[in-house]
């Protein structure tokens, strides 16, 4: 839930922002020593004893920190009504909690713009230039899908396809401990037996549940996205397809591209019918290449303006400055927006002020 959402003054709201949290993700999960840096002055914090460990979370953070000090809910200001309105506010499904089992999350500021993640039963692209961290979301998107549904996932599997030989072991499961650690996090704010809903997963659960095929050649692809329909079907807890990247083999070696575009009709539609058939999100990754738009030579998505016509949603990764951004540039069901995000050691993540333009391994 966005911070700009919350039932509280605007003065309270315009400090949180300004501080750069926008999230009830992000306040729940910084210590109160972290949001005293974030402000011009001290925090206070409080400990509202007549209220639940909700409110101790998302209300008391609003307040200046002081270790010496606590006080009432009159002294700081914040009336019964607008805690207890944070409060059922706090306890209704956020982006991270799906109980329909209609997306699979990435990260809070990512989600939000495609209105709780990436969206079964479709196909999305995402398409940038190298580095900007197409693979890691890819590798988060396999992670994630995974979170058990007591924790807001979808408790799936995923298939993995890559065409490029950029996958990588030791990331996934560097990405698969944080998430595990995220989910004990998240047991400690939000369940009031923690030691029921301790997470019994490791990160070598979640690698072996990740069904990895490398191909060479799009030979290869086309025949391994005939025989998805069958593997899928004994594999029912599959959630998530991901192509990285769809376009590499048919970048090369096509000197009838007549033909390309027939072999890359025919998989898309294949890949259309997998989502629909077992209700799963389908994410195909595609390069750049430069294109001749009044005058100069743009960046565009690879592979032409028909295969533009092939995904239900479109995302386009890019650089803004030192940040990376994400912007949905085609989608029947939501608006065009960008939201900023990072590639840390931990996986995908909101992103910072202290974002940097490295590179990661």
Not at 231 to 247: A, G, M, R
Request: with cysteine; proline share 3%; net charge neutral.
């Amino acid at each position: 839930m966005e911070v700009g959402m919350l039932p509280i003054s605007a003065s309270k709201r315009g400090k949180l922002l300004a501080a750069g949290y926008t999230t009830l993700d992000a306040i729940a999960r910084a210590s109160p020593t972290h949001l005293a840096r974030g402000f011009p002055f001290q925090f206070q914090f409080s400990t509202l004893l007549s209220f639940s460990n909700w409110v101790c979370i998302y209300v008391q953070k609003f307040l200046f920190f002081s270790p010496t000090h606590y006080l009432t809910l009159t002294d700081i200001d914040v009336s019964e009504s607008e805690a207890t309105e944070i409060l059922n506010l706090a306890s209704k499904p956020s982006a991270l909690e799906r109980p329909n089992g209609s997306h699979t999350a990435v990260v809070g500021d990512l989600d939000n713009i495609l209105g709780g993640g990436i969206k079964c039963k479709e196909v999305t692209e995402i398409g940038g230039v190298p580095g900007i961290g197409k693979t890691q979301i890819g590798i988060q998107l396999a992670v994630n899908v995974q979170i058990p549904q007591e924790y807001g996932g979808l408790g799936g599997k995923a298939i993995y396809i890559d065409t490029e030989g950029s996958f990588m072991v030791e990331r996934v499961l560097q990405i698969a401990e944080a998430c595990i650690e995220d989910m004990a996090e998240y047991s400690r704010h939000f369940h009031k037996d923690f030691q029921a809903c301790d997470v019994k997963m490791h990160p070598n659960n979640i690698l072996e549940n990740i069904f990895y095929f490398r191909v060479c050649s799009y030979t290869e692809q086309i025949a391994l996205i005939n025989y998805l329909d069958k593997f899928i079907t004994e594999n029912k807890d599959v959630k998530i397809l991901i192509v990285d990247s769809v376009t590499f083999h048919f970048r090369q070696d096509f000197d009838d591209m007549a033909l390309r575009t027939r072999l890359l009709s025919e998989m898309a539609l294949k890949l259309m019918k997998l989502a629909k058939k077992f209700r799963l999100a389908v994410v195909m990754f595609n390069q750049v290449t430069t294109k001749h738009i009044e005058g100069s030579f743009q960046l565009t998505l690879a592979l032409g303006d028909s295969w533009s016509h092939s995904c239900t949603n479109r995302i386009i990764l890019f650089w803004n400055g030192n940040e990376r951004h994400a912007f949905i540039d085609k989608s029947p069901s939501l608006k065009s927006a960008s939201a900023p995000y990072s590639v840390t050691t931990r996986g995908i993540r909101n992103s910072t002020s202290s974002c940097k333009r490295i590179k990661m391994m």
